[in-house]
């Protein structure tokens, strides 16, 4: 089941593009904005990420970190963000961890792969709560932006 606003964020530790442990609790006392994206390379993945990225300005002007989770390997992340000039750590959940531990997961995905993080957001704030949480069933659309926009400001 999917976590909702209100529900403890569950803290997690994973390794980034930079193969660097990053934990949501390396963030307490800001907000943070927690993407989840099936995988690296594709296009609405791309459109995602890189929405973010053309806001990032925005984001740490109100002190909010943004971070971004796929199943996907640090190495893959890596070179995905390389080649997007993504300003955020992209973290690899490569065990599944966290996408169910966030209820954004796919048992079975496209072509028959197994275990895929599901298109999400969500907004935690500075005690490790959320305060928006997006869990998109149909890997085609994108998360509200404006609606995170304003549960950062908020």
């Known amino acids: 089941m999917a976590l909702q606003a209100g529900d403890k964020a569950p803290d997690f530790k994973l390794f980034s593009s930079e193969l660097e442990e990053v934990a949501l609790s390396d963030f307490k006392g800001?907000?943070?904005?927690?993407?989840?994206?099936?995988?690296?390379?594709?296009?609405?993945?791309t459109e995602q990420l890189c929405t973010m990225r053309d806001s990032f300005g925005y984001y740490e002007g109100l002190n909010a970190k943004v971070v971004a989770l796929s199943v996907d390997s640090p190495f893959t992340l890596a070179k995905f963000k390389e080649e997007q000039s993504y300003q955020f750590p992209l973290l690899s959940d490569f065990n599944k961890e966290t996408s169910q531990a966030y209820g954004a997961y796919y048992d079975e995905f496209v072509f028959n792969l197994k275990g895929v993080a599901k298109r999400a957001a969500f907004v935690v704030d500075e005690e490790g709560n959320i305060s928006y949480a997006e869990v998109l069933e149909n890997a085609g659309d994108l998360p509200d932006f404006n609606a995170i926009k304003q549960a950062v400001e908020a």
């Open 30 to 45: 800001q907000k943070v904005v927690v993407h989840f994206f099936p995988m690296a390379f594709t296009g609405t993945c």
